[in-house]
């Protein structure tokens, strides 16, 4: 059984910052094998994809609306994946997910797992 647990999402002013994480767990889950990815799903709106990162953290990419703002890392030794927000719009309210997948990374893979979500709504 994999779980993959959010936190850290809340309300913020536009202009301020979160920073989410993402502690994965599981018997015969390792973390280091995974690439991970951070999506999220406004209301009304498909689930998109936000940011990704492979599997030892040497490569990251951004959707467009996320790039200069966002920030995605992990630690590999803790089994967590962060995304620092900064500079958050009201368009950046949402559930954010994150996600495990087994065979690559980035926006077109296939994710195997995914977390609960964890809210950030974003007041102007």
């Known amino acids: 059984q994999v779980q993959l647990v959010e936190s850290g999402g809340g309300l913020v002013q536009a202009g301020g910052s979160l920073r989410l994480s993402c502690v994965a767990s599981g018997r015969t889950f390792s973390f280091s094998y995974y690439g991970m990815g951070w999506f999220r799903q406004a209301p009304g709106k498909e689930r998109e994809f936000v940011a990704a990162?492979?599997?030892?953290?040497?490569?990251?990419t951004y959707a467009d609306s996320a790039k200069g703002r966002f920030t995605i890392s992990r630690d590999n030794a803790k089994n967590t994946v962060y995304l620092q927000m900064n500079s958050l719009k009201p368009e950046d309210t949402a559930v954010y997910y994150c996600?495990?997948?087994?065979?690559?990374w980035g926006v077109g893979s296939r994710y195997d797992y995914w977390g609960q979500g964890t809210q950030v709504t974003v007041s102007s």
């Open positions: 990162i492979n599997r030892n953290g040497g490569y990251t």
């Open positions: 996600a495990a997948c087994a065979t690559g």
